[in-house]
């Protein structure tokens, strides 16, 4: 795994309360314990202070509740129209603007719009596009099931 998501799982093996010991963590996380220092000194860059316990029964332990994000597995979340969710994927791929049709809550109100979509994330367990809006002039997220047109645009932005 990565930095950053080996950083990430010390932080949720620590939120138990228990304390660990270097070896353990290094153990779970599968690498030196010179890299669990490593990691520990990251978080504690960010702000998150990890206490450590010196002496043969010591160890790491997290004295302050952190919330992390939950693990989002986007391969079980199915998106709801696959040729929207094929088609932005072709877009972004390939730098396409789109128009679309879009519906907002917000107006009750079908509104036009050009994008330019830059990645496909999960919103509220739905499928969504991050994009730039063109009539908004700033990077807003679109749900795919709230898209009731799509047309990919010639040129690239």
């Known amino acids: ?22 070896k353990e963590l290094a153990n779970e996380l599968e690498v030196s314990p010179r890299m669990i220092r490593t990691y520990k000194n990251e978080l504690e860059c960010a702000g998150i202070y990890i206490e450590s316990i010196r002496g043969p029964y010591g160890g790491y332990y997290l004295n302050q509740n952190i919330k992390l994000p939950e693990n989002i597995n986007k ?43 830059y990645e496909l994330i999960v919103l509220d367990n739905e499928w969504g596009v991050a994009a730039f809006c063109e009539n908004k002039q700033e990077i807003r997220h679109f749900y795919l099931n709230r898209i009731s047109k799509l047309e990919i645009l010639d040129g690239i932005y």
Request: with cysteine.
């Open 75 to 117: 391969s079980k979340i199915i998106p709801v129209n696959k040729e929207y969710y094929n088609s932005l994927s072709k877009a972004i791929n390939n730098r396409n603007k789109c128009y679309i049709e879009y519906y907002s809550k917000e107006h009750d109100s079908i509104t036009k719009r050009v994008i330019r979509p």
């Open 1 to 22: 795994m990565s930095k950053l998501s080996n950083t990430i799982m010390l932080l949720r093996l620590l939120q138990n309360g228990k304390k660990y010991s270097i």
